[in-house]
């Protein structure tokens, strides 16, 4: 069901006919456009494009191609070259990049896991671990 909220005139510049019709509401200088599928875009000054869904999750979605999602205390940033970064909410970062290689980021150490099985972590005592496919570990003690 389509809702609309009068807003005032000057706060509709930018806003296509379109945008009025399907029923803005006024928050912030612009306002939010509020679609019938129940998700809402937001409209700014900047050249980016804002969606909030009935869930709670955003999505914002860069002129450069990059698309942020926030939804339940995580954040997903996916980069035009497909790189994905996601971040949870205890702070823990996970990085996939278009190469095929993994990173994970936490407090106690982080992990590159390469395409060919090899393995590599640094702990945060700065000692080295490198597993590599065939099974050989190699462990380097932290640097004085």
Not at 85 to 104: A, K, M
Not at 111 to 126: F, H, L, S
Request: glycine residues 10%; contains cysteine; positive net charge.
């Amino acid at each position: 069901m389509l809702s609309y909220k009068h807003v005032p005139r000057s706060s509709l510049v930018g806003v296509t006919s379109l945008e009025a019709l399907c029923g803005v509401v006024d928050r912030g200088p612009l306002g939010r456009v509020r679609h019938p599928s129940e998700f809402s875009n937001a409209l700014s000054r900047r050249p980016q494009q804002q969606k909030y869904h009935p869930d709670g999750s955003k999505e914002i979605v860069h002129p450069d191609g990059t698309v942020r999602r926030r939804s339940g205390g995580r954040e997903e940033t996916v980069f035009p070259d497909g790189t994905v970064v996601t971040v949870e909410r205890n702070g823990d970062r996970t990085i996939v990049f278009s190469n095929g290689q993994r990173e994970i980021q936490t407090a106690g150490f982080m992990r590159r896991e390469y395409p060919d099985g090899t393995v590599r972590t640094v702990y945060c005592t700065g000692s080295q671990e490198t597993r590599s496919a065939s099974g050989t570990v190699r462990i380097r003690p932290p640097r004085n």
